[in-house]
């Protein structure tokens, strides 16, 4: 009997700390290079597809051409933290795409923490010329506190400043 009572005590010690044994360890948190050389979506380049090479990519309109599609990041506008609620970390960008044109369309670029890899699955577009002052994450939400153009300024000169927040819902950046 008394090994038996052992037995039984050993199995439910065994069973409480199974929990613990199973859980996965939280994949190793994106880093700055790993952005900046990720593949993002935008309608811009033929393949609908840009893989970034240090923060920068360029495609030519035509062959030949001396107009470019270009996307580029913006080097001190990023954040990590936690977007979808899987303890990972995640990141936020701003990426700035031009058409080859005089605008430069300025989106916040969303990307989840797959395994230590980034994998891009939103953006929001934040404007034309758009000034990025301060972007962070915390709890879930993205902050984006920008300076956009009023009804009266001229395209090079926004001057209205505003403060955007968003949340990751699904493959979408929703704004609160």
Not at 11 to 36: D, E, F, G, N, R
Not at 135 to 156: E, F, Y
């Amino acid at each position: 009997m008394h090994r038996s009572r052992l037995w039984v005590m050993g199995l439910l010690l065994s069973l409480a700390l199974l929990p613990t044994a199973c859980k996965k360890a939280a994949p190793p948190a994106l880093t700055w290079q790993q952005v900046q050389n990720a593949e993002y979506r935008n309608e811009l380049p033929q393949k609908g597809i840009a893989t970034l090479k240090d923060g920068l990519y360029e495609e030519e309109i035509v062959p030949g051409s001396a107009s470019k599609i270009t996307l580029a990041l913006i080097p001190d506008k990023y954040a990590f933290g936690d977007l979808n609620g899987d303890k990972a970390a995640d990141a936020v960008a701003i990426l700035v795409a031009s058409g080859g044109g005089s605008g430069s369309f300025v989106n916040l670029e969303a990307l989840v923490n797959e395994q230590g890899a980034p994998k891009h699955v939103a953006e929001f577009a934040l404007g034309d010329r758009t000034r990025i002052e301060a972007l962070s994450i915390q709890d879930g939400r993205i902050t984006v506190d920008v300076v956009t153009h009023g009804p009266n300024d001229p395209m090079c000169c926004p001057s209205v400043k505003a403060r955007r927040t968003l949340k990751l819902q699904g493959e979408q950046l929703v704004e609160q």
